[in-house]
């Protein structure tokens, strides 16, 4: 009788054990990198833009005059006047992917990438208007948005309109030990249309998906993993009392 009670005692101490230990290949991001190569077409990304973009577009010349009717200001420029004080105004590009640009009227830039939008640019006006005039195009509105299990969630205005999913979510924090890394959620609209794609933050191959890099306003959303939810309902430090108990166990069938 007493030899079958350690052995009871045992097995539920094993048991015990093992539902409060997490399995390594869950935790551990990006795994078996070896081998792994990134796409040109990714290396190479550039965001697209898009209707409700907010764009700031500086144009300036040799001839700082020339350049003055260009550009848009919170205060009128007049010629010979100083810029230092002067307070440059957005474009919003309007539902039709166009900005009403001053001199030119209305200017198509939807679908352009910033860099395509200031070579055209640079082609119109060193046409007719300024000689090499030089422009700088910039989306002030280029912005992420993390939630759900990470550290600090919340959306994150990107400068350099560059961003992967993994430095949003370092920017965030990181995630939880609480968030599920094999489906990392992200909601991104294209073209009026709602995408909902999952990543898969253990495997290698997300290097080379084509959401890797993020647009715009998308949105990365963690889900909590089963032991978080299951928390939820029986309370927060449900693995520390699994933990507890097995070692409890363990220790009455040794004494027995």
């Not at 959306?155 to 965030?172: D, F, G, K, Q």
Request: net charge neutral; charged share 20%; aromatic share 8%.
């Amino acid at each position: 009788m007493k030899n079958k009670t350690i052995q009871y005692l045992s097995i539920i101490s094993i048991m015990l054990l093992i539902a409060s230990c997490a399995s390594n290949e869950k935790i551990q991001y990006f795994q078996e990198l070896e081998g792994v190569t990134v796409k040109d077409t990714l290396l190479n990304f550039e965001p697209i833009i898009e209707v409700g973009d907010m764009l700031l577009i500086n144009v300036s010349a040799t001839d700082a005059e020339a350049a003055i009717p260009f550009n848009l200001y919170e205060t009128p420029m007049i010629a010979g006047a100083a810029f230092s004080n002067a307070k440059p105004l957005t474009y919003l590009v309007n539902i039709d992917g166009e900005i009403n640009f001053p001199v030119l009227g209305k200017l198509k830039v939807g679908g352009f990438t910033t860099k395509q939008l200031t070579t055209n640019l640079g082609k119109i006006l060193s046409d007719t208007y300024i000689n090499d005039p030089i422009i700088n195009i910039r989306l002030t509105n280029f912005k992420v948005s993390v939630i759900g299990e990470v550290t600090r969630p919340g959306s994150y205005v990107v400068s350099n309109e560059r961003i992967t999913i993994v430095e949003a979510l370092s920017l965030a924090g990181d995630l939880t030990i609480h968030g599920k890394r094999k489906n990392v959620l992200l909601i991104r609209e294209n073209q009026g249309k709602k995408e909902f794609v999952t990543l898969d933050l253990t495997n290698k191959d997300v290097f080379n998906s084509p959401y890797y890099y993020l647009k715009q306003n998308d949105v990365v959303y963690v889900a909590p993993n089963k032991p978080k939810v299951n928390s939820s309902a029986v309370g927060t430090n449900t693995g520390v009392i699994l933990g507890s108990l097995s070692l409890l166990l363990a220790m009455i069938a040794l004494m027995l």
